[in-house]
């Protein structure tokens, strides 16, 4: 079972040295897409001699499209795809590792939803809500749809086309592999939350999102 971890990065030179440092514990097949940083999270992948694709900044959507095509071409069974700010506990690879190998689901998707304690209120009421309208519009129960922790198989990036660029992608993901059959299945992940600045912009990512929605009804 041969996977690739994809990593979507867009100035994230405080942390990603760390995350890639530990992922290389586990795995030689890690790729970093660069959206465009405009810090020192480029040369800082490349000083470690990690797998890295630059482009500019398109959006996190345009940055996990990069690397779902490169597994693709590269014949991977899986892609694993984590943040780079920190937020994702490497550990937990492990456990998308195992998930994978039983073959019980197309999509597995980390969920934070049971340890929320650490989780700012309006972020879990958010994730509640999303994750329960999402999940009737796909007709399939996802505890946490806003996780961007997740597994998914090469098999089911093949069958899909993916319209979006922005944080909206991790969204038509779901509800397109969901229409079309593939099985998703939830798994509980750690939640951690550190001072990493959230590159999400309300306003905009939430019309992006309603515009999806519209298009998917």
């Known amino acids: ?45 490349k000083d470690m001699d990690i797998p890295i694709i630059s482009q500019r900044h398109q959006g996190k959507g345009a940055a996990l499209k990069a690397g779902f095509k490169y597994a693709i071409e590269n014949r991977y069974e899986w892609v694993i795809t984590m943040d ?57 129960p996802i505890a946490d749809t806003q996780c961007g922790f997740r597994a998914i198989s090469t098999m089911v990036l093949q069958s899909i086309s993916l319209s979006t660029s922005h944080y909206d992608t991790e969204s038509e993901l779901l509800i397109k592999a969901g229409k079309a059959g593939h099985s998703i299945i939830s798994m509980p992940i750690k939640t951690i939350y550190n001072s990493a600045p959230s590159h999400i912009n309300k306003f905009v990512d939430t019309f992006r999102f309603i515009k999806l929605v519209w298009k998917m009804l």
């Not at 995350?19 to 999270?41: C, F, K, P, Q, Y």
């Not at 509640?128 to 009737?136: E, G, H, I, Q, Y």
Request: glycine share 6%; no cysteine.
């Open 1 to 45: 079972m041969k996977y690739l971890i994809v990593i979507p990065a867009y100035n994230e030179e405080r942390y990603i040295s760390t995350l890639l440092a530990n992922l290389s514990t586990i795995t030689e097949d890690i790729l970093v897409i660069d959206d465009g940083s405009r810090d020192a999270t480029y040369q800082v992948v």
């Open 84 to 140: 780079g700010d920190g937020q994702h506990d490497w550990q937990d690879v492990h456990q998308f590792v195992e998930a994978i190998s039983k073959e019980n689901g197309d999509l597995v998707i980390g969920s934070r939803m049971a340890d929320v304690a650490s989780m700012p209120i309006v972020r879990r009421i958010t994730n509640k809500f999303m994750s329960w309208f999402l999940s009737r519009l796909i007709g399939y």
